[in-house]
């Protein structure tokens, strides 16, 4: 399946298409090679166009925070769901769901789909507020556990929870590192 077909899927009919992911060989290099990196790209784009050309706040168009920015963005996404596939892994036997990495890996990089996709609104900061249209992930990911891990029913809501806080702790603590070393001493450096 491309990338169009699979994205307008995942968020039109998520349980058709989560039956027909559980169903796929897909391995974990192509997945990232034709499915993540390039949506990856989609919000990192936009946060190079919101913060390098169109400016955000006070600071105006900066074209080197907006490289900065993106590279973030882009680091962030993509390693992010990667170190936060493997926690979710890992975690899969304690609530007595399967433990394989690939369709972690599917279910994360799937359910992402819509914050990646709604990261375009950063291109125009005024826009920037539509980025919560990424929330519908929440529930992707949702209904993706039990098809993809294979999660009893009674566990499944705890496996979702344990597994939220998860991408969330990954996502800021990954975002934190790589302001503070990409953008921290340039803030400094803005003119006042």
């Known amino acids: 399946m491309n990338l169009v077909d699979r994205a307008k899927n995942i968020i039109l009919k998520p349980k058709d298409e989560w039956t027909l992911i559980d169903q796929e060989d897909t391995s974990v290099a192509t997945l990232v090679a034709t499915y993540l990196f390039p949506l990856a790209l989609i919000p990192a784009i936009a946060a190079f166009i919101g913060y390098g050309i169109i400016g955000v706040a006070f600071f105006g168009p900066i074209l080197s925070w907006g490289i900065k920015m993106a590279i973030i963005s882009f680091i962030t996404t993509v390693v992010g769901i990667y170190i936060s596939?493997?926690?979710?892994?890992?975690?899969?036997?304690?609530?007595?769901?399967?433990?394989?990495?690939r369709k972690t890996m599917q279910l994360v990089v799937y359910a992402y789909t819509p914050v990646m996709?709604?990261?375009?609104?950063?291109?125009?900061?005024?826009?920037?507020?539509?980025?919560?249209?990424?929330?519908?992930?929440?529930?992707?990911?949702?209904?993706?556990?039990?098809?993809?891990?294979?999660?009893?029913?009674?566990?499944?809501?705890?496996?979702?929870?344990?597994?939220?806080?998860?991408?969330?702790?990954?996502?800021?603590?990954?975002?934190?590192?790589?302001?503070?070393?990409?953008?921290?001493?340039?803030?400094?450096?803005?003119?006042?």
Do not use: E
């Not at 493997?86 to 975690?91: A, C, E, M, V």
């Not at 800021?172 to 803030?187: D, E, K, S, W």
């Open 85 to 101: 596939a493997i926690i979710i892994d890992i975690l899969a036997p304690n609530f007595g769901s399967v433990k394989d990495f």
């Open 117 to 192: 996709l709604a990261g375009a609104f950063s291109a125009i900061p005024a826009l920037g507020f539509l980025g919560i249209l990424g929330l519908y992930g929440l529930y992707l990911l949702y209904i993706g556990i039990k098809p993809m891990m294979k999660s009893p029913d009674d566990k499944v809501t705890v496996y979702f929870l344990v597994s939220l806080l998860v991408i969330i702790a990954v996502y800021f603590i990954l975002g934190a590192i790589l302001t503070l070393v990409l953008v921290g001493r340039a803030y400094n450096m803005m003119p006042q």
